[in-house]
């Protein structure tokens, strides 16, 4: 299991919580003041301050609402909304004592403060004590701090959508580099398998020299082949040198039968590629094409640019043989499966490799791959 990131949270933030709080209630501020403005209230000035005050206090009681409802999107939508349904009472309640305290002394006298007669269904004048109306402004207020508190819970269930992507993104991320691991080490015991045949057909036929040589090749190459990254991409004059030190080592097996030729284009010098992605290009080179030949076989490798992708070519002018399969049996070897996997999971869709008979004889494999620049 991937262990979270420092910073990764599943709540809102403490600076988006409270900008939400000031944002909503400085827009009700607004809209009251306007409100008042229109209907010509007496007193625009005095009115205007006692409610910045109640304004205030809103945001005071919005905030300690935050304060109880930081963990509440952990248990589901459904006991979130019950959880703020019931918040919201309190704060209700608390909103229509302060707003009716502080606005009191603005209103009539007393006796007529107690009650007003409004009309009823009959048309006859009812009375309508000063409990309802605080409870008008405790309804009122309800829906305003549960309207504030939905905004809330929008915005953390989008925090919590926004850290799903992202633990989304790693897990794949690591998937992909443990696919990429897996197929780069498939190359190294492929590769020795065939290099220890070598070694051991040097020593039955007496030739300890040639053995040696071989033996310290073979060394060079795994220590450098071993020291990079699997899952991070290579220099091209990186993986072009290894290249090298693979033929020097087969040519100690098949002396005065393999030369090898670069073409490699100014404009990708700088290129970067996935780590011995030519590597079994070239062994399968030596295997179908040196070894079945007597005489020399000239191993080609160009690099060139194409647009905005990086082309790599392996070609060897082996007498013809047929092409393999898509997708081989699992026992005639990895060879271009490997290449073609390994181009898949690093680049998906945007590269593939063909091979086939070269036009003017041997073999030829061609990979297209987006051009990746060092820095």
Known sequence: MLPPEPDEDATVRPRAAIGSIVAFWAFYFAVATLRAALLDFDDQGDLLLRRLVVTTV?????????????????????????????????????????????????????????SVQVGDNSGRPRRVGTVAAHADVAVNGYFFFAAWAALYL?????????????????????????ELRALRYQVNPHFLFNTLNSLSALVMTGK?????????????FFRSSLAGDPATDAPLADEIELQRLYLAIETVRFPSRIRLVEDIADTVADALVPGLILQPLIENAVKHGVSQSR??????????????MLALSV??????????????????????????????ARFGTQALCRAGPAPGGGFAVTILMPLVREG
Not at 154 to 174: D, K, N, W
Request: with cysteine; proline share 9%; net charge positive.
């Open 208 to 220: 300890p020299d040639e053995a040696e040589r071989m033996i310290l090749n073979l060394s060079t």
């Open 58 to 114: 809103c945001m005071a009681i919005s905030w300690a609402m935050w304060r109880a409802l930081r963990r509440v999107t952990r248990h589901g939508p459904a006991r979130a909304v019950a959880i703020v349904a019931l918040l919201s009472v309190p704060a209700a309640l608390a909103y229509a004592t302060v707003n009716q305290w502080i606005f009191t002394p603005t209103r009539p006298s007393a006796p007529a403060a107690r």
């Open 295 to 308: 005489g020399l076989v000239t191993i080609a490798i160009r690099a060139w640019a194409q647009d905005d």
């Open 154 to 178: 929008a915005l953390a269930y989008a925090a919590q959508g926004r850290v799903a992507e992202r633990r989304a993104a790693r897990f794949a991320a690591a998937a992909q580099s443990a």
């Open 315 to 344: 070609t060897d002018d082996a007498p013809a043989r047929p092409a393999p399969e898509p997708r081989p049996p699992q026992n005639t070897g990895i060879g271009l499966r490997n290449v073609a996997d390994r181009l898949a």
